[in-house]
Structure formats: structure tokens, C-alpha cells
């Protein structure tokens, strides 16, 4: 359906990637650890290393949260844009597929917050 | 079948006494509750305001448009005339 | 024959003041009314329930004005500041005059275009006074709450933060919706849905809450707004029965725009949810005892009477009762987080509280979320006070933080996806999303505040950039509430703890 107006109607789109001065917009989300109330959302460039996305961006923004350290790494599991996802960790967010408002989710199994709460 | 309240708050001030007085002489089945600065009046069904028995309380005329001075909130349909304010569900019929 | 004439006749012949144009067709005159689809064989036959005249709406509202005024007046003289609850509840007020009060003016808008536009008379005239008084109640919440900001932070510069801040860019999101659409659809969205069905969610939480904490003047401009707010109910009720009578193709019409802006109230008021159950340091009710009442007792009983018209409950009631138990906490949790970039302070309640969340949500609060409060009181007090320093992914259509959960599983985010044009947009609900993918191309020009900061758009990069082009005073408006200047105030108006520094020196 579209909009009904008293004439020609053509939405301008406010977050296309050419507004983001090279960067892409991605949305990250710690699942089951709403201690952190929502997902975040970053620019980043698009040739960032998803080890660099993970090793450095990643502890900056969680770290504040006793379960951090006690991730097994290997144990994590991703979900791109809906779909399960095995990031490879040398390549880099556009070669992984991460593309403009890409939203990465990850698990940590046997991690469930604080007191068992999902927080 | 069931019939679903009306209800109707109004302001805790002077005016409003003689009002939910006057509601509870007309409608015998309406239950009032005290709440902080409001009364919260509930009904099912129906419920009248009428213009003489508030003139009567108050000891002088009452409009029934002064409802507007105190009225808080409310819910049903409403129809207002010179002599009466009622709140109602379904079709409205004019009783005695 | 009677001299005098009764109010039905005195209400014909004083709103029926309109004639069919001559020199341009009444199409041209009134433009904007038929677009919608909605059908109209009988503008006459509109008719306002309380049959109020412009002559009897001066009068009453004359009257209003000069109790209010009497009372404000003396608010003031008597330092009536100093009688509230806790310094707390502050922030209730903060909330309502950065969020609501905007509302207010942006509904005199609104109401004064329909005043013009609507090609009835009686619908004009109704709109008109609405129109009249929601400028009103803009102007006596302004001046009521303008003696708050002689003594305390975060009231100064709530017209610039309406536009600006993020929290505040939901509210404004769902009033710039409401006036961009048309006549007919902005009387379901404000008069109907707004106004009749949610306004009571609004209302109590804000004005029993000003009467049990011990804030006159709010219960006072409150209850002054409240009586007009009873004509505004009608109004939308009796627009949207007009509809609904005048032709059945309009009802298919009329439900959408039900569902739409029953759910966009609903998201609007989770802001509400919070401030009932959080900044008020005395609850009268909480928020879910607020929704049973209000909105499931009340609400039900009109969508009973409504089924003769072929119209049901709004979509999603099922979300609204199973989240009933989740909201303001989930909602007091990104307030928390998110407390730097806030003109208002939060904190973590105190053991009463947390002991009154637990009893009023027996089955929800100690499992989900006193761990979480509690973690968070143990960081503040190894002097950790925990603040989120990555900004939020936002609803494209509520723009709230995504922070609400999935129904079966209350530690899932909830996310849900669109395509449109070769772009993502993300949504934090069912509802939301319904609405964007009935029409994207009005929501792709959502303005988001997290986004545009990351467009370059607000100050510059860094936190510090922001909070100066949203003009706040860092420091004093922001942050936690322990800690504050606003708390130092207080604690030295109840003549305990340091003195504070002058506020105008701040």
C-alpha cells in the first residue's frame, strides 16, 4: 500500500549509506544480556576487520559485565541478519557480509546474566 | 449478557458532592469510590445527572453544562440536554 | 412558543453558522476532506453531544482559568515546592514538560487545521474549541511548572530538547505523524485513540500521582486541563461514529487507523509506564493495575459497544496484556542506561520500592528484573555507577531503544525486520512494523536521533559535542539523581545535608 496524499508523495530516505561519510551503519546485540537494555548501533567502516570488530569495539562497549571474561570464545555462536553465521575473523564486515544496517546478533552459551536473569 | 459500566469521575470539591449526591438519589445502582482528589462513580449500563435533583442539593439552579467545571473523565457515550446529562452504552433511549 | 430557546435548538442555530460557496466550488474550498476515502453523505448530521455553544465555552472556560490562577498564585507565594513527596518525583514533572507539554501545542495545531478544514460546521466549531484549549493547557503548564525551574534543573530549555533529544523524539514522532496525515485519520489518531482511549493512562498516572505527592499546582493545571479533556473524548468518540454512520465503506478504513494509532499510544505511553512506576515516589496505582482498569475494564466495555458498527479491539492486545508485567521496568532500564544524554536524572529505587515492585508484579519483577537493579546498585556503591556508553539501535517506528522482549520468552529481544527499497529498517514489534510496511514511504523520513548523530548532524562526534548542542548543563540536568544538585537542594530544603550552590550560579 502506499501512502494517500492530495498528490505526488515520495519519502525521502534519512539513512541511505551515502549519508554516513564512508562508514556503514551495524547493529550489535549480546543476546540474553538486557543488562544492556538494547541492541547498539555503530557507524563503522565497511573494510573494518571483524577481528578488530570483535577484539576491540566489542570489550569497550560489554566489558562492563561480569559475564565478559568468562566467554568461550569458540563456543560463540552468530546470527547475521537473521540467518545462523560462522564470521571469519581476518575478512573484513563487507567480505563477511555485513553490509548497511546489517544487525549481528551473538550467544553465549552457558552465560545467562546476572543471577541467572537474562540481564 | 453482561452489561458493561459507564463511569464518570469528577473532581473532590464542594460542587461535586452535591452532584455525586444527587447520583446516587437517581441511580441506585451506581457505586461510588474515593481516590485521591477524585470521586470515581461506576454504573452499569446507564447513568443520569439530573438537573433538578443537583438544584435541589445545591439549593440554587444548576446548569447541567457546569458538569464542565469539575468533570474529570469518563466512559460511554454521552447526550446532554437542559434537564439531564446521561452516560450510556448501546442505543440511546430517553427514560424517565 | 417559548422565549427562550433549549440547548438543542441553541446549538443549531448558534454551530450552523456554514453555506454552500458560490464563487468557488466547495471541493476547492475544502480540500483536504475527501482524500481519505472516507465518505460523507450528511455533514448536518454531526452533532456534538454536549451541544456546547461558543458563547457557553467562554464562560466556562473564563471560570477555569480564574481558579487555576488562584491556585497557582498561591503555589507560589507559599513556596508550595517544598511540600512534595521526595526531590525525586522532580523528574515526573521534567518528563511531562519536555514531553507532554509540546503535545499539547502541536494539538492546537492539529485541531486548528481540522477547524478549517473539516467541511461541517458542527465538526469545525468542535475542532475549533479543542483547538483553543489545547493552547491552553500548553500555556498553563508552562507557566505552572516555570516556578520548578526557579528552583531546580532540567525545565529550562524543554522546547529545544522536544526537538532534539532522543527520548523526546518519540512523543514528537507520533504527533508529526498524527498532523502529516489527513483531517479524518488525525481525529482517530488524537481525538479517538489519543484522547479517548488512552488519555486516562495519561491522566492518572501524571495528576493522582501530583495528589499523593503533594504537588498542588500539577493536580490543580491537571484537573483544569482534565474537564476540557472530557469534551475532547466526546469529540473523538462522536467523530468517529460520524464515520462510521455515514457510509460502511468506511470501516475498514476507520479499524486501521484504530489499530495504528491504539498501538503508537500504547508505545508513546511506555514512557509513562516508567515515570508511574519509578519517579513516583508514592504510587497511588501501579502501571499494570493502571492498564487493567483503564484500558482492558474501560476500553473493553466501548469496543463492546462499538461491535454494532462492525469495528473490534485494536491489534496486539494480547502483546499489550501479556507485557503488562514487563514494560516500565523494561523502559526504567533504558532511562537508567542511558542517563547521561537525559534531562532528567533516574536511579536505582530504594528497598521500599523495589519490595513495592515485587509485591505489585509478583510474578515477573524478582525473576527478571531486581538482579539486574541490585547488580547495578553494587557498581554505584564501588563508585561504578553503571552508564551505557554506546548508543542505542532504535525503532524505526516508535523510535524507543528496541529494549522490549519476546512474549514467550521475556530475556529475547524482540526484532523484526523490512525490506524496502534496497535498505533494512528494523522494529522492535509486530504492531510497528505493521504499520511502516503499510506505508514506508512516510517512515523512511524518520528522523533518528542516533543516527543522525552518527550523520554529523548534531554537534560534532563525542558525547560532550552532543549534550552541548542539545544545551543541556552537563552535570546538572543529567546523570544520576544521587549525587545532583537537584538532590543537594532538596536535602537542604528538608533542612538536612550540605548547602547547595545557587542555582543561578550553576
Given amino acids: 500500500m502506499s501512502v494517500l496524499s492530495i498528490g505526488e ?32 548501533a555503530f557507524p563503522l567502516p565497511p573494510d573494518m576487520p571483524f577481528a578488530a570488530f570483535v577484539g576491540e569495539l566489542l570489550p569497550a562497549t560489554y566489558s562492563a559485565h561480569p559475564d565478559w571474561e568468562k566467554i568461550d570464545w569458540s563456543s560463540v555462536e552468530w546470527l547475521l541478519d537473521g540467518e545462523a553465521f560462522t564470521p571469519d575473523m581476518d575478512a573484513s564486515l563487507k567480505d563477511n557480509g555485513v553490509g548497511h544496517k546489517s544487525c549481528l546478533r551473538f550467544t553465549t552459551p552457558g552465560l545467562t546474566g546476572i543471577g541467572g536473569s537474562g540481564s | 449478557m453482561m452489561v458493561d459500566n459507564v463511569f464518570l469521575a469528577l473532581q473532590s470539591v464542594d460542587e461535586a ?20 482528589a477524585m470521586m470515581r462513580i461506576t454504573a452499569p449500563g446507564r447513568l443520569t445527572i439530573k438537573r433538578s435533583t443537583v438544584s435541589e442539593k445545591m439549593g440554587r439552579d444548576w446548569d447541567p453544562q457546569e458538569l464542565q467545571l469539575v468533570l474529570v473523565t469518563f466512559g460511554g457515550n454521552v447526550d446532554e440536554t437542559d434537564d439531564e446529562f446521561t452516560l450510556y452504552w448501546g442505543e440511546y433511549s430517553k427514560q424517565d | 412558543m417559548s422565549k427562550r430557546l433549549n440547548l438543542k435548538e441553541r446549538y443549531k442555530h448558534m454551530t450552523r453558522l456554514g453555506w454552500e460557496t458560490t464563487y468557488q466550488s466547495m471541493d476547492d474550498v475544502f480540500p483536504y476532506d475527501t482524500y481519505e476515502g472516507i465518505k460523507v453523505k450528511d455533514w448536518d448530521a454531526w452533532e456534538d453531544p454536549f451541544r456546547m455553544t461558543m458563547d457557553s465555552y467562554w464562560k466556562y472556560q473564563g471560570e477555569k482559568e480564574k481558579k487555576l490562577y488562584a491556585i497557582i498564585d498561591a503555589f507560589a507565594q507559599n513556596n508550595g515546592h517544598t511540600n512534595l513527596s521526595d526531590g525525586r518525583y522532580l523528574n515526573a514533572l521534567k518528563l511531562f514538560l519536555q514531553g507532554v507539554t509540546p503535545l499539547e501545542y502541536q494539538a492546537h495545531r492539529g485541531f486548528a487545521h481540522n477547524g478549517r478544514h473539516m467541511r461541517g460546521e458542527g465538526a469545525r466549531v468542535a475542532c475549533q474549541m479543542q483547538s483553543l484549549d489545547e493552547l491552553r493547557h500548553a500555556q498553563t503548564q508552562i507557566h505552572t511548572i516555570s516556578h520548578y525551574n526557579k528552583h531546580f534543573n532540567g525545565f529550562h530549555e524543554f522546547p529545544h530538547w522536544h526537538d532534539r533529544v532522543w527520548y523526546l523524539s518519540v512523543p514528537k514522532s507520533f504527533f508529526d505523524d498524527a498532523r ?15 484522547e479517548y482511549v488512552l488519555t486516562n493512562l495519561l491522566f492518572v498516572p501524571f495528576m493522582s500521582g501530583a495528589a499523593f505527592n503533594g504537588d498542588l499546582s500539577t493536580v490543580t493545571f491537571g484537573f483544569s486541563a482534565q474537564s476540557d479533556e472530557a469534551r475532547h473524548m466526546t469529540l473523538g468518540l462522536e467523530a468517529m461514529k460520524f464515520m462510521l454512520e455515514q457510509h460502511e465503506d468506511n470501516v475498514p478504513i476507520v479499524q486501521r487507523w484504530i489499530d495504528k494509532w491504539t498501538w503508537r499510544g500504547y508505545k508513546v505511553l511506555s514512557l509513562i509506564a516508567a515515570m508511574q512506576d519509578y519517579m513516583l515516589p508514592e504510587s497511588p496505582m501501579s502501571w499494570k493495575e493502571a492498564w487493567e482498569v483503564y484500558f482492558e475494564e474501560n476500553g473493553g466495555a466501548l469496543f463492546n459497544d462499538l461491535a454494532r458498527y462492525g469495528i473490534r479491539p485494536p491489534k496486539y492486545l494480547e502483546v499489550c496484556a501479556a507485557e503488562k508485567d514487563h514494560l516500565s521496568h523494561q523502559v526504567w532500564g533504558v532511562l537508567y542506561n542511558y542517563a547521561a544524554p537525559a534531562a532528567m536524572h533516574t536511579w536505582i529505587p530504594d528497598d521500599r520500592k523495589l519490595d513495592w515492585l515485587s509485591e505489585k508484579y509478583p510474578d515477573t519483577f524478582d525473576k527478571y528484573y531486581r538482579p539486574r537493579f541490585l547488580h547495578w546498585r553494587e557498581m554505584e556503591k564501588q563508585g561504578k555507577r553503571f552508564y551505557n556508553g554506546s548508543l542505542p539501535m532504535l525503532c524505526q517506528l516508535c523510535q524507543i531503544p528496541m529494549a522490549f522482549t519476546e512474549m514467550d520468552d521475556f530475556t529475547q529481544t524482540c526484532f523484526r525486520t523490512s525490506e524496502y527499497k534496497d535498505d533494512k529498517y528494523h522494529f522492535c514489534s509486530d504492531g510497528c512494523k505493521d504499520i511502516f510496511d503499510y506505508e514506508p514511504e512516510k517512515y523512511v523520513q524518520a528522523w533518528l536521533p542516533v543516527h543522525q548523530i552518527y ?17 543541556f548543563n552537563v552535570g546538572s540536568d543529567n546523570f544520576d539523581y544521587v549525587g545532583s544538585e537537584d538532590e543537594a537542594r532538596w536535602n537542604d530544603l528538608q533542612g538536612k545535608g550540605e548547602k547547595p550552590a545557587d542555582k543561578s550560579a550553576a
Fill in chain 1, 9 to 40: 508523495y515520495e519519502g525521502t530516505v534519512m539513512d541511505n549509506v551515502e549519508r554516513f561519510h564512508g562508514n556503514q551503519l551495524v547493529y550489535i546485540n549480546w543476546e540474553k544480556h538486557l543488562f544492556f537494555c538494547a541492541p547498539h
Fill in chain 2, 17 to 36: 458532592r452535591y452532584i455525586v449526591e444527587a447520583i446516587e438519589d437517581d441511580n441506585p445502582e451506581a457505586k461510588i469510590e474515593y481516590q485521591p
Fill in chain 3, 180 to 194: 502529516t496525515a489527513g483531517p479524518f485519520e488525525f481525529m482517530i489518531a488524537v481525538g479517538f485513540s489519543f
Fill in chain 3, 455 to 471: 550523520q554529523g548532524n548534531c554537534g560534532g562526534p563525542t558525547l560532550d559535542d552532543v549534550l552541548k548542542w542539545y544545551q
